[in-house]
């Protein structure tokens, strides 16, 4: 067992402090590395406040991950000391039912997938996430970083680029595929980068144009305010692929308007109410609504590599450690251009 400091959550209510935990020892098939960067996801902030259930206090939240291999297994071949590798929303599945068999261990139907913090790992302990200075995780399920991309860069990719790769890789985004992102966030606008990186024609609906200049910047064609009635009507029928990263309940109906016949909108936020879905703009012309999670390990580094040949990175803040309760408050105000991503140095020794 070693000892590392982290930020842990006691409660709903009170401010994230400074701690340590225990980290296992390493075992035939684990990876040990030092944590150098670690993202905020907003997830993070939902478990935390316990929006999503009562998680197991105390929690240390994390799972963009990123750092440098300290230590590795007798039995490892994947991984030797000094590589750059990274983590992200799971920790290790069942590894025997046919989805982790595929490499959709997201999906993992023996159990489910074992979360990289709040969870409770094969030996019976609690998993704690990255906003600490060290990991120790089975090599199965640690993703290589490529050089080319900065740790701090590559620690959002973990969850925020994976969540929206997956979609755009299954629905086969590409050249002559027109794609809409609703929302410019954290995930919004890793969306239009790696949509753009695609080949794909993009826009983004927003609720404003107050971010149309990051939006064009960023690689999307064209950019509308929801706000304004007419953007449904000029978009009517217009899109093979609508991706939804806001988590707030929106009229399902109206962007469903906005598919093309065999269309499919894809919710990627978790909206705090159950959706409401019309018959109608859904059958009319045989549209779709679906939904997606992260993605597996192998898709994970397929991401990794497309990010690293095209140069996609996130858009970042980094911050220390003693910031990240205000950063939490900036991410409830969506003041972050945008993804906060923690130096974790002073947590390392």
């Given amino acids: 067992m070693s000892t590392v400091y982290a930020y842990a959550a006691n409660s709903a209510t009170e401010p994230l402090t400074k701690t340590t935990i225990t980290r296992r020892e390493v075992g035939p098939h684990d990876v040990a590395f030092d944590i150098h960067f670690a993202g905020i996801c907003h997830s993070d902030i939902h478990t935390v406040k316990a929006e999503w259930g009562t998680p197991n206090y105390p929690v240390v939240a994390g799972h963009e991950i990123a750092g440098v291999v300290t230590a590795v297994g007798s039995e490892v071949t994947k991984y030797k000391v000094g590589d750059h590798v990274g983590v992200g929303c799971f920790v290790d599945s069942c590894r025997e039912c046919d989805n982790c068999k595929a490499g959709l261990e997201q999906y993992c139907t023996g159990g489910g997938m074992i979360g990289t913090y709040n969870a409770i790992g094969r030996d019976g302990t609690p998993t704690y996430g990255g906003y600490s200075g060290a990991i120790v995780v089975d090599e199965n399920y640690v993703l290589r970083i490529p050089d080319s991309i900065p ?193 974790t140095a002073s947590l390392r020794g």
């Fill in 151 to 343: 740790l701090d860069k590559a620690a959002p990719l973990l969850c925020a680029g994976v969540t929206l790769f997956s979609p755009l890789r299954h629905w086969e985004a590409g050249p002559g595929k027109n794609i809409a992102v609703i929302g410019l966030g954290g995930l919004g606008h890793m969306g239009v980068k790696l949509a753009h990186a695609m080949g794909a024609h993009v826009t983004v609906l927003s609720q404003s144009l107050k971010k149309m200049e990051d939006g064009l910047r960023l690689g999307a064609d064209e950019y509308y305010a929801t706000s304004d009635p007419d953007t449904f009507t000029k978009l009517a029928g217009r899109f093979d692929l609508i991706l939804n990263t806001v988590s707030a309940n929106l009229d399902l109906g109206a962007y469903l308007g906005l598919l093309k016949t065999d269309g499919t909108l894809v919710e990627l936020g978790a909206p705090e109410k159950p959706l409401v879905v019309p018959f109608f703009p859904l059958a009319a012309y045989r549209r779709s609504l679906s939904g997606s999670m992260i993605g597996g390990i192998p898709e994970t580094q397929e991401m990794l590599d497309f990010c690293a040949e095209h140069n996609v990175t996130p858009e970042i803040e980094v911050i220390q450690p003693d910031y990240i309760n205000e950063a939490y408050e900036r991410v409830l105000a969506s003041d972050v251009r945008y993804r906060f991503v923690i130096d």
